[in-house]
């Protein structure tokens, strides 16, 4: 079963950026979309950006054009590097495959972006 750590998380300014890590952990990682969710509290949670195996990407309106996913397969680990952040964006951050594994499912990270 996949198990994911993510990190990178903190609070910054508004115009300011952060870079959030997931760990990945199992063989499966590299034929995986992956994904990056957010949950505000009392929100349902939602997916900001994913990546395919092959490295093409989407993202969700909220976020894109400020926002990049990457991945390094070799290291079992996908970024989010978030630019531009506004107070809208104060989340819990999640990585995960894309559909989610209910299971999966790590402590997420915290990104707060004072005004």
């Known amino acids: 079963q996949v198990q994911f750590v993510e990190s990178g998380g903190g609070l910054v300014q508004a115009g300011g950026s952060l870079r959030l890590s997931c760990a990945a952990s199992?063989?499966?990682?590299?034929?995986?979309?992956m994904g990056w969710y957010r949950q505000a509290p009392g929100n349902q949670r939602e997916l900001v950006a994913h990546?395919?195996?092959?490295?093409?990407?989407d993202y969700a309106d909220s976020v894109k054009g400020r926002v990049t996913i990457s991945r390094d397969n070799p290291k079992n680990t996908v970024y989010l590097q978030m630019n531009s952040l506004k107070p809208e964006d104060t989340h819990v951050y999640y990585c995960?495959?894309?559909?989610?594994?209910?299971?999966?499912w790590g402590q997420g990270t915290q990104v707060t972006v004072s005004s």
């Open positions: 199992g063989s499966m990682f590299r034929i995986s979309t």
């Open positions: 990546i395919r195996p092959g490295g093409t990407t």
């Open positions: 995960n495959i894309v559909p989610p594994s209910s299971t999966s």
